[in-house]
């Protein structure tokens, strides 16, 4: 039996150090962008084109870190004018200060893919799944980002 209570005890200190490491990780894995500040504010607006037109959109992320280096970001979708509003909440996950991932966790009853102006988000949102993208541009405000799934390019400035 000692063998084996020495073994269940390494495996265990193994378990605490591999989940420490993880947290230390996530925790100093953010862009520096977002270093300053728990629990920042991002905006962000654009255009999607279509065949017949286009739709205008504005997005307000709030960025929420947890303690043990997971993160949520709740994002408010609206039109420019105003008159629909989307919410949905992705979980984040920072791998270094250039790669991080993003998965819709929660969103409105009522937002549906139709709804959504990004075409790989209304893919997202149809058949939930990981969506990874690389920073390409950051400094103390601004950051900008491209999707590895589709060719896309988004530019997001922090303002709190």
């Known amino acids: 039996m ?4 020495k073994l269940l005890i390494s495996y ?3 378990a605490l150090a591999v989940f420490a490491g993880i947290v230390y990780k996530s ?26 037109g286009s739709d205008a959109f504005k997005e307000l992320h709030t960025i929420i870190s947890h303690p043990l280096g997971f ?6 979708i609206t039109s420019m004018d105003d ?10 996950y920072f791998f270094d200060d250039s790669l991080f991932s993003a998965k ?3 969103k409105d009853d009522d937002y549906t893919s139709e709804k959504e102006p990004d075409l790989t988000e209304s893919h997202l949102i149809e058949y939930p799944q990981k969506e990874f993208f690389q920073v390409i541009f950051q400094d103390s405000g601004l950051c900008c980002y491209s999707s590895l799934l589709t ?10």
Do not use: W
């Open 2 to 5: 000692k063998v084996v209570d």
């Open 12 to 14: 265990a200190l193994c």
């Open 27 to 52: 925790n100093t894995s953010r862009p520096y962008f977002l270093f300053s500040y728990d629990h920042p504010i991002i905006y962000a607006n654009g255009i999607t084109f279509f065949e017949g």
């Open 71 to 76: 993160h949520n970001m709740k994002s408010i």
């Open 83 to 92: 008159r629909e509003i989307f919410k949905k909440t992705y979980a984040v």
């Open 104 to 106: 819709i966790i929660e």
């Open 151 to 160: 060719d896309s390019v988004q530019c997001v400035k922090l303002i709190s």
